[in-house]
C-alpha cells in the first residue's frame, strides 16, 4: 500500500509540475553565414597561396581544374571546398578595421580565394588559425572586420594545395651541383 502512495504521489507531483515546464529557448543564437553567396552561381574558383595558384571552371556540373594543367586535385575535393566555404559560419567578428591584420595571418602569407559567377566577383582572405586552432580568421572582400569561420575551410584549402605537385627549385649560380 506504501508503494502505491509513493506511485501516485510521484505521478501527481511528474504531472502537476514537470510537464507544465516551458521549454527553454536555445542557449546560442543563431549564427549567421559567413557569405551570402548563392551556390548555384559560382562557376569559377581561384585561389592563390605564397605565389602558387589554383584555378577551378564549373563545366556541365563537374568542376574542372585549369590551372595548372593537369594538376592531380580531384573534383570533389573543389566542390567540398565551395561547400565549407559557402556554409561557414561566423563564430566570431574578433576585430574592428584598426587592427594589425598580420597578428591573425591576414597578411602575405594569407590565402586569397575568389569566387567569380555571373557578377562582381566575390573576395575572400583566409588567414592564420586562432589560438586553439579550431578556427581561422578570415576577411570578406576589401571588408575590414576580422571574422573567425570553421577550420573545414583551411583544411580543404591545405589538401587542394598539397596535391599540386612541388614548385621547382631554382639552381644558384656558382654553387656545385650534388654531394
Known amino acids: 500500500m506504501l508503494l502505491w502512495v509513493v506511485f501516485v504521489a510521484l505521478a501527481g507531483e511528474y504531472w502537476f509540475v ?19 553567396v548563392d551556390p ?16 577551378a571552371r564549373l563545366a556541365e556540373g563537374h568542376w574542372t581544374v585549369v590551372e ?7 573534383a570533389d575535393l573543389i566542390s567540398a571546398f565551395l561547400d565549407a566555404l559557402l556554409k561557414a559560419e561566423e563564430i566570431e567578428n574578433v576585430a574592428p578595421a584598426a587592427v594589425d591584420a598580420h597578428a591573425f595571418g591576414l597578411d602575405a602569407s594569407a590565402s586569397r580565394v575568389e569566387l567569380r559567377g555571373g557578377g562582381p566577383a566575390l573576395a575572400v582572405t583566409i588567414g592564420g ?4 586552432g579550431t578556427a581561422v580568421y578570415a576577411r570578406r572582400g576589401e571588408a575590414p572586420d ?29 654553387l656545385p651541383v650534388g654531394g
Not at 68 to 74: E, G, Q, R, S, V
Not at 129 to 132: D, L, M
Open 68 to 74: 595548372p594543367p593537369d594538376a592531380p586535385i580531384p
Open 146 to 174: 576580422v571574422v573567425l569561420i570553421g577550420r573545414n575551410v583551411r583544411y580543404y584549402e591545405d589538401l587542394i594545395f598539397q596535391a599540386l605537385p612541388a614548385p621547382p627549385i631554382p639552381a644558384a649560380e656558382g
Open 129 to 132: 588559425p586562432n589560438p586553439t
Open 40 to 55: 548555384r552561381g559560382v562557376r569559377e574558383v581561384v585561389m592563390q597561396r605564397t605565389g602558387r595558384s589554383v584555378v
Open 18 to 36: 514537470e510537464s507544465r515546464r516551458p521549454e527553454e529557448a536555445p542557449t546560442q543564437p543563431e549564427r549567421r553565414r559567413f557569405l551570402d
